[in-house]
């Protein structure tokens, strides 16, 4: 038996008001599209899944080039029907064909898998997944032959639907399992005497039964997998969903997420055990978190790297960067991408750093900026010093030993070599390489008029 997948993704998504393919909307930090496709390729390999696409096909093609799927081009949105009829050149060599919709991101392969046996067993030609949701408006409904029976006579559209019909709770998941002789003997059939003058899939139902064809319905175990996206609001409903979703399943991990429901986590974020999650955290995209961390409230952290032991305070972004084994981070810090904090090293508070680099235990503790900068270890920056990696033109690094002080208020002009052991005296302004072991001075010596002050308010009285 040769089974394809097809993934309806052609439509605009007109209800969204967007200017954004609906496919190529994220929830958990990824494309609906995507989401969908994943599941998929967990059922048949990705040869075997072809996309139906069409509105801004370019784009959303371009945005999943990397999975390997194959794509079909409705060049005109004229219906779901009108998209397996487009699709029919594509996928008539396979024996069984599963249909789902690229706005229904939260269906889970092992439903796929029980929809394709199910529908074998009953040797249908049209199987339908099905749910009873809280709220069926806007769904269109399943007309079972009978209640309790798995035959179906119908589907209605919401826009269809008579008085009595609108107690029916069973709604189409716009998800289907068929065999593909009985489905292209019949898909031209279908006409656009309906609402939207378009050729709807779910009319099939119908025409398949006329034909003496069995049409059956399978009902979803969770209803919350078959949701639909069609507005930001139902979209955002998801994300909540799949974020809870992610959380439950780090928690079984052992992780602790203070607060799930604050917390935005990216699906494919991981974390280690015995982590800490504090509330109104962001973890967003690649990022992976080891064991025994600890990110505080309020800090965003986006496909980055932490081992085990670390702490980021309060109030820390985080962003493409890798953070080592006890660092500690903020609160208050600006980790800016390919930055990569040594083991046990410290970033304190209003620190920002871009393509710098700290050693073991190396510390900038306070209101330092350290740009295109590699730092042995054991060094210690003090508060306001500044690389100034740019001339105006292009940027220069700092390169700076192991065991160097750099007195606070410190500018260093790069390009700059600071040699192992080496100290800056406070507010220098460093502008030639130091030397190993050596004391750099690079300010105005000071002068002090004993007496000026008082000198200066008598004068100011007699005014
Ligand atoms: C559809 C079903 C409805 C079901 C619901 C479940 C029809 C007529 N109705 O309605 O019974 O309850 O899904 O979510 O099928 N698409 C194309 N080409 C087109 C039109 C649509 O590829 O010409 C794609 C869309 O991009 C979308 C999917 O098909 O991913 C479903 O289309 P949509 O317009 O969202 O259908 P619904 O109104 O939700
Ligand atoms: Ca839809």
Known sequence: M?????????????RLKSKRPKVLHEIGGKALLRHVIASAAQVVPPQDIFVVIGHEAARVEAAMKDTGVKFVHQTEQRGTGHAIQTAEAAVRGHDSLLVLSGDV???????I??????HLEQRAAMTILTACPQDPTGYGRVLRKKAGSPEVAAI???KSLTPEQQNIREINSGIYAFQTAPLFAHIHELTTGNAHGEYYLTDMARLLVNAGERVVALEAAEPVEVLGANTIAEMMDLDRELRL??????MAQGVTILRPDTTVIDTDVEI????????????LGETKIGEDCRIRSYSVIENSILANHVTVRQGCVITNSRIERGALIGPFSHVRPESEIGEGAHVGNFVET????????SKANHLTYLGDVEIGSGTNIGAGVITCNYDGVNKHRTLIGDGVFVGSDSTLVAPLTVGNGAY???GSCITENVPEDALALGRSRQTTKPGWASFKRKAGKKE
């Open 156 to 158: 209605v559209e919401q």
């Open 424 to 426: 800056v005296a406070a």
């Open 354 to 361: 871009k393509k710098a680099k700290l050693g073991k235990g």
């Open 2 to 14: 040769k089974l394809a997948i097809l993934i309806m993704a052609a439509g605009k998504g007109t």
């Open 245 to 250: 979703q992610t959380a439950r399943k780090l």
């Open 113 to 118: 898998l029980r929809l394709r046996d199910f």
């Open 105 to 111: 991101p939260l269906l889970k392969s092992e439903t």
């Open 272 to 283: 280690g055990p015995d982590t800490v999650i504090e509330p109104f955290v962001q973890l």
